[in-house]
């Protein structure tokens, strides 16, 4: 590590070194002889047929439930192009992937911001905005959220599921970094708590790698006819090469225990992470994931966030803007911290630099 050099809090990409591209060279040159003819030309709009049934059966769903697409954010322009007109309401938590929060607006939806405790939604909150308007969507990353780190209780899931079927609103669940838990268990996903109700939304990004855009969407038998006709409309179908490959790598076995290296590097990461806010920072509001690749501190009214945020570079790190995680402009005091691409030794110097940028900010 340079002394000199900034650290960046700011993206969360996987660990460069992690990317198991030996491995993709052979998987390539095994699946270009097998398919090549079928891979390198027009395909069907759902994806490559073999890499959708080894999801279906990963998940335990209908062929016909599994859409493969360009990743995961791809569908979440599906999602808002399809289910939601100007005007529509869409729920999302607040903060929420700063992305989705641009989707949902591009399609001129009004965007309602649902606060976020350190359990998932306030729950009373989110009950009130539904008296006032029932939401199209309700877009939710519920394990290891980004860019909070929360994950949402089992208690809160199961209100939500049954608001879901009350209201009659659709949940997207997007739910990249569920298969990195570092403790702990998973709680039942949205999609399986009321799979009539859940478009489910993931992708290889996080635990094979982002490169290959490769991500799917699983759904109800009744709405995915309208997805897989929007695929086939906006790109003919998704790229075929990268799915031929990553196919090749599951088929292989090569996913679980890659999976299962992956927590071995990022979960000491994390608890680095962790500790060094406890020792440096003790007092500040911070949110202890179990797993995924970000934590969050929500800093308070005596820190001046946004010069913060604006000088962090002279303290020789580099912070995003935390209001683009929230829907309201709120977010100055909000700090979102990526782990999993920093060494313990970037962390470390990174959260003391951090310590001192606090310290010179208070009001
Ligand atoms: C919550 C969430 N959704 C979607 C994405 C986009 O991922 P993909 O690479 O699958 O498009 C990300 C990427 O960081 C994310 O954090």
Redesign the pocket.
Known sequence: MDKNEPIYFTR?NPATDALPIDDFRECADAIFKEEGRVLFQYGHYSGYGPLRQWIADWFGVAYEQVLLGN????FLTFAAALFVEKGDTVFLENPS?D??ITAMKRVGATVVGIPLEHDGIDLQAFEAALQKSVPKLFYI?PDFQ?PAGVTISIEKRQRIAELAREYGFLIVE?A?YRFLRYQGENPPAFRELVPEKTLHIS?F?KIMS?GV?V?FLIGPKDIMPKLHKWSEDTYIHPALVTEGIVYEYCRRGLLEPNIESLKALYAPRMACMLQMLDKHLPGIDFIRPEGGFFLSLNLSDEINGRALQENAEKFGIVLSNGSGFFTDGQGDNFVRLPFCGLSPEEIEEGVIRLAKAIDHHRI
């Open positions: 969360g990743s995961s954010m791809e992937y992305r989705a990353v980004n997007d990249p992708s990004s982002p855009r991500g």
